[in-house]
């Protein structure tokens, strides 16, 4: 009996225990955000051939598992999970890309057991899709976009920490309703600002108006809120979006010719962008171009190859007299992101600049 007893008071005991440690990792792991990663490939998914690549490499290797699996440290401040939506170099994303993301995005933010979503990107064209995605996505819940400049097997590689960062940004109730985010070298840049301004290094990214703030082991540092209007104040929704119309740009520069003007104006589109100098100047040869694809139904949006100040009204050239729209402070890729959704709803000139002007 004493032994039996003995047993079966191990047993208890053990059993004790073992739901103790259960009921501890259940109780971590509720206490921890859950937290998903869809990744679509980039230089955060690249490979060099020696860890001296840090330029020379291929973008868009690894799996989002890989990358997971890679950085236990995850496992410390969420519960992680990996989809992957595409595997390709950002510069060859498409409009039909955009949408599929957008939709799989918006689709896992309303589950209620996702509290986060990490977007890991290539960093060429990581500025298009987060202001996409700020524009379209109806939720509160964080929306983290993250990339690297160097790939995960080159000496000091950014990708790791970028990813940390990013997972900590998503899982933090305090990134709610801040619109997209993007993570790169300890900062938290708003998706509508943000561009990549250095094509090599790894403080590539900044925002003329500033980043929002900083995230440091783990912890955000906040120093401003977005202004503009996003996500649940958007008027655009992607889940009533099926199709984005096609809308293209042309630059201006010394010497140019009307050749891509008139192209552009035959090839069936429903806005220019005009990426002009200075502050969105036309040349003057080039302003009866302009005002054809205008007169052909298409709308003309004066932006500026400048990166840096906004496009003024009437300034350079006279907006309302041509009926034209100006792009405000969006350089020619976001102010074409922004066509692209406004005209989903209108193309009433007065209230495309309304859009312009409010997001
Ligand atoms: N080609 C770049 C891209 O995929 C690689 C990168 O920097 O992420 O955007």
Same mark, same amino acid.
């Given at each position: 009996?004493?032994? =039996?007893?003995?047993?079966?008071?191990?047993?208890?005991? *053990?059993?004790?225990?073992?739901?103790?440690? $259960?009921?501890? *990792?259940?109780?971590? =792991?509720?206490?921890?955000?859950?937290?998903?990663?869809?990744?679509?490939?980039?230089?955060?998914?690249?490979?060099?051939?020696?860890?001296?690549?840090?330029?020379?490499?291929?973008?868009?290797?690894?799996?989002?598992?890989?990358?997971?699996? /890679?950085?236990?440290?995850?496992?410390? @401040?969420?519960?992680?999970? /990996? !989809?992957?939506?595409?595997?390709?170099?950002?510069?060859?994303?498409?409009?039909?890309?955009?949408?599929? +993301?957008?939709?799989?995005?918006?689709?896992?933010?309303?589950?209620?057991?996702?509290? /986060?979503?990490?977007?890991? %990107?290539? *960093?060429?064209?990581?500025? !298009?899709?987060?202001?996409?995605?700020?524009?379209?996505? %109806?939720?509160?819940?964080?929306?983290?976009?993250?990339?690297?400049?160097?790939?995960?097997?080159? $000496?000091?590689?950014?990708?790791? +920490?970028?990813?940390?960062?990013?997972?900590?940004?998503?899982?933090?109730?305090?990134?709610?309703?801040?619109?997209?985010? $993007?993570?790169?070298?300890?900062?938290?840049?708003?998706?509508?600002?943000?561009?990549?301004?250095?094509? @090599?290094?790894?403080?590539?990214?900044?925002?003329?108006?500033?980043?929002?703030?900083?995230?440091? !082991?783990?912890?955000?540092?906040?120093?401003?809120?977005?202004?503009?209007?996003?996500?649940?104040?958007?008027?655009?929704?992607?889940?009533? @979006?099926?199709?984005?119309?096609?809308?293209?740009?042309?630059?201006?520069?010394?010497?140019?010719?009307?050749?891509?003007?008139?192209?552009?104006?035959?090839?069936?589109?429903?806005?220019?962008?005009?990426? /002009?100098?200075?502050?969105?100047?036309?040349?003057?040869?080039?302003?009866?171009?302009?005002?054809?694809?205008?007169?052909?139904?298409?709308?003309?949006?004066?932006?500026?190859?400048?990166?840096?100040?906004?496009?003024?009204?009437?300034?350079? =050239?006279?907006?309302?007299?041509?009926?034209?729209?100006?792009? %405000?402070?969006?350089?020619?890729?976001?102010?074409?992101?922004?066509?692209?959704?406004?005209? *989903?709803?209108?193309?009433?000139?007065?209230?495309?600049?309304? @859009?312009?002007?409010?997001?």
């Amino acid at each position: 009996m004493r032994i =039996q007893f003995g047993i079966e008071k191990f047993i208890a005991g *053990t059993a004790f225990a073992a739901l103790s440690v $259960l009921g501890a *990792t259940a109780h971590a =792991q509720m206490a921890k955000p859950n937290v998903v990663i869809l990744a679509t490939g980039g230089t955060i998914a690249g490979a060099g051939a020696s860890a001296l690549n840090s330029a020379t490499y291929a973008a868009a290797k690894v799996g989002v598992d890989k990358l997971i699996a /890679g950085l236990p440290e995850l496992a410390n @401040i969420a519960n992680v999970r /990996g !989809e992957q939506v595409f595997q390709v170099a950002s510069e060859s994303l498409t409009n039909a890309n955009l949408l599929t +993301l957008a939709k799989r995005v918006s689709a896992l933010s309303k589950q209620a057991d996702v509290d /986060g979503i990490v977007i890991t %990107h290539g *960093t060429d064209t990581v500025e !298009e899709t987060a202001y996409f995605l700020t524009l379209v996505e %109806h939720t509160n819940k964080p929306i983290v976009m993250v990339a690297s400049m160097r790939p995960g097997t080159a $000496l000091s590689a950014d990708g790791a +920490l970028n990813l940390f960062d990013a997972v900590s940004v998503a899982g933090s109730k305090d990134a709610m309703g801040k619109g997209v985010l $993007l993570t790169m070298n300890d900062t938290i840049d708003s998706g509508r600002d943000v561009s990549k301004n250095v094509n @090599i290094k790894t403080n590539a990214f900044s925002s003329q108006w500033g980043p929002l703030g900083m995230v440091v !082991e783990g912890k955000n540092y906040w120093f401003r809120a977005p202004v503009k209007r996003h996500t649940m104040n958007s008027e655009f929704d992607i889940d009533k @979006i099926d199709a984005l119309p096609n809308v293209e740009i042309a630059m201006g520069y010394e010497g140019v010719a009307p050749t891509a003007i008139e192209a552009l104006g035959k090839s069936g589109i429903k806005a220019l962008i005009h990426g /002009g100098p200075g502050n969105g100047s036309v040349a003057d040869r080039i302003v009866p171009y302009l005002q054809k694809v205008r007169a052909d139904g298409a709308i003309v949006i004066r932006s500026a190859r400048v990166p840096d100040g906004f496009v003024l009204r009437n300034a350079e =050239q006279p907006d309302d007299k041509y009926d034209w729209v100006v792009a %405000h402070d969006l350089r020619p890729q976001k102010a074409r992101i922004l066509a692209m959704v406004a005209l *989903t709803k209108t193309s009433d000139t007065k209230e495309l600049q309304r @859009i312009f002007w409010e997001y």
